[in-house]
């Protein structure tokens, strides 16, 4: 299934973005979804995933500034970013895990990404 990301841009630090990711079909009713991102110069970074049980985990780095959720077809994930900071700057992108379970790796669908800038 395809993963669409949208909702990045720059922002100053102390702002606030959403991104979302529209996927075809209610495939987070099967599989677990996961948001990441990757810096320039660094290797790509787990952020947080839902299962379809509707359980959610972070990252401690996203703890108590992002909120992952999803729709209620299970269709569309959103990241709900708030106070953030130049070094949140980064790709920003969407997966598919193989199977329903919440974790950091298995993730053999991706979305193309979306840029967010932070600057100070």
């Known amino acids: 299934g395809q993963l669409v990301e949208s909702g990045g841009g720059s922002v100053q630090s102390g702002g606030s973005l959403r991104l979302s990711c529209a996927a075809s079909?209610?495939?987070?009713?099967?599989?677990?979804m996961g948001w990441f991102r990757q810096a320039p110069g660094k290797e790509r970074e787990w952020i947080s995933c839902?299962?379809?049980?509707?359980?959610?985990k972070y990252a401690d780095s996203a703890k108590g500034r992002f909120t992952l959720s999803q729709d209620s077809a299970k269709s569309t994930l959103y990241l709900q970013m708030a106070t953030l900071k130049p070094e949140d700057t980064a790709i920003y992108s969407c997966?598919?895990?193989?199977?329903?379970?919440?974790?950091?790796?298995?993730?053999?669908?991706w979305g193309q990404g979306t840029q967010v800038t932070v600057s100070s």
């Open positions: 079909g209610n495939i987070g009713s099967v599989f677990s």
């Open positions: 997966a598919r895990n193989r199977g329903p379970y919440c974790s950091h790796w298995q993730y053999p669908t």
């Open positions: 839902i299962a379809p049980d509707g359980r959610i």
